[in-house]
């Protein structure tokens, strides 16, 4: 589903990724980890051309990113991104919000949006707020919002980057409890996050990257048993 392949970027001179390679099958769901600054955000927004590269080359189920010809709001369509702040619209109320990208990206009629973008809410839980506005609800409550909203696209596949490490800790466990049901029902997902726990219960794989590199990309129960490289083992004996 997604293809990463000799990946190299650089902000002017800085390189903040060099050679990454890994890929993401339907249905997996891999975790990417690794010290702040290492280039996990950067990686992921790679995915849906949110950033540029220089080298290599990334194919989106068949579609390759950053070719000149391919249809970036059409790829970005299928490819859900939430992101550690919500950036839902505060101006919109939670029903707009997850009308807008259906009808502007996928010409929905409104009645079909609101009627599938409420079904979603509903699902992660929070169809009494359909009428609030962002502001009015907590940021778990706003995050979950968000993945509905990027859920009502019908998207391939997920993008996530640090979907918790905004929230109050009493809020975390909201969240991941509908990335771990999302997991479950088989949704393909890179989540970059440093719960541990979350990667334990669904990841398939863990991906570990310092300095621009990915150190480390082993199937979980690897991963956790015993990490090959040094900076992984370190890494997981502070964290964990
Ligand atoms: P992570 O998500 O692992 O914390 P990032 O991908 O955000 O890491 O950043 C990796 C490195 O790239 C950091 O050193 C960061 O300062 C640098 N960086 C990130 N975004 C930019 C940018 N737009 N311009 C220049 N440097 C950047
Ligand atoms: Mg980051």
């Excluded at 950053?66 to 919500?86: A, E």
């Amino acid at each position: 589903m997604i293809d990463i392949k000799n990946v190299s970027k650089w902000y002017g001179k800085f390189q903040v990724l060099t050679d990454c390679s890994t890929n993401v099958q339907k249905g997996e769901v891999v975790v990417v980890c690794g010290p702040s600054g290492s280039g996990k955000s950067t990686l992921i927004k790679t995915v849906n051309a949110l950033e540029p590269i220089q080298q290599g080359s990334i194919i989106v189920n068949g579609t390759s990113v950053h070719d000149p010809k391919t249809d970036l709001p059409k790829l970005r369509s299928h490819v859900g991104m939430v992101f550690q702040h919500f950036e839902l619209f505060p101006h919109l109320s939670i029903t707009q919000n997850l009308a807008i990208g259906q009808v502007k990206v996928l010409g929905r009629k409104s009645d079909e949006a609101i009627e599938r973008g409420l079904k979603l809410l509903d699902r992660v839980g929070l169809k009494a707020h359909a009428n609030k506005f962002p502001g009015e609800l907590s940021g778990g409550q706003q995050q979950r919002v968000a993945i509905a909203r990027a859920l009502s696209m019908d998207p391939i596949c997920m993008l996530f980057d640090e979907p918790t490490s905004a929230l109050d800790p009493e809020m975390i466990n909201e969240v991941l409890d509908v990335m771990v049901e999302l997991a479950q029902e088989g949704m393909t997902m890179m989540v970059v996050t440093h719960e541990m726990g979350f990667a334990r219960k669904v990841a398939h794989r863990v991906i570990f990257m310092d300095q621009g590199h990915i150190v480390e990309d082993a199937s979980k129960d690897d991963f956790f048993g015993k990490p090959r490289s040094e900076r992984a083992q370190q890494f997981l004996s502070r964290i964990l």
